[in-house]
T-cell receptor, first 108, second 114 residues
């Protein structure tokens, strides 16, 4: 099945800094989603982005489907951005596969 | 709009006991997912329903896990008998269509097997 790899595994930022998180996938995907899991464990969807670029406030994402990767950009990071960021992909509307996540800590 | 509801939020049991989790998806969502998230890992899909039919259960340990979604609305996931390695957070999610849309997650049930 499809493999999903995320990098970096861990990231520490000073408040106000920018960062880029990467998600590589091993096969063509139907769907690619980015999620944020907050320190209380709640998973919040950030982007549904099988291809192209989207922006939502300080967050934006680009998926280049032909090259099998997606990027999540966080600008002007805040302490509330801390948590784990996951990307998840599926190849036909089922068998969603999550990556191992990027653990982000933003220092005040 | 109410989100995905799950209960209980926490459960502690001893190995070989049985346990059941309940999920009520967002109203009108046709697809319901159960995931297992072990500490430090990403969620792993256990089973996916579309309405009351199973779309995928290839990663469900069927010797001990079972799930049902009667009437195509809420769902229960059962473990019988539980093992130590079943300690995890069990997450329920739903999406509006036939799968492949944005998934909305519930708060999860934290299970500890002693």
């Amino acid at each position: 099945g499809i493999q999903v790899e995320q990098s970096p595994p861990d990231l520490i930022l000073q408040e106000g800094a920018n960062s880029t998180l990467r998600c590589n996938f091993s096969d063509s995907v139907n769907n690619l989603q980015w999620f944020h899991q907050n320190p209380w464990g709640q998973l919040i969807n950030l982007f549904y982005i099988p291809s192209g670029t989207k922006q939502n406030g300080r967050l934006s994402s680009t998926t280049v489907a032909t090259e099998r990767y997606s990027l999540l950009y966080i600008s002007s990071s805040q302490t509330t951005d801390s948590g784990v960021y996951f990307c998840a992909a599926d190849t036909g509307g089922f068998k969603t596969i999550f990556g191992a996540g990027t653990r982000l800590f933003v220092k005040a | 709009e109410a989100g995905v509801a799950q209960s209980p939020r926490y459960k502690i049991i001893e190995k070989r006991q049985s346990v059941a989790f309940w999920c009520n998806p967002i109203s009108g969502h046709a697809t319901l997912y159960w995931y297992q998230q072990i500490l430090g890992q990403g969620p792993k899909l256990l089973i996916q329903f579309q309405n009351n039919g199973v779309v995928d259960d290839s990663q469900l340990p069927k010797d001990r896990f079972s799930a049902e979604r009667l009437k195509g609305v809420d769902s229960t996931l059962k473990i019988q008998p539980a093992k130590l390695e079943d300690s995890a957070v069990y997450l329920c999610a739903s999406s509006w269509g036939s799968g492949g849309e944005t998934q909305y997650f519930g708060p999860g049930t934290r299970l500890l097997v002693l």
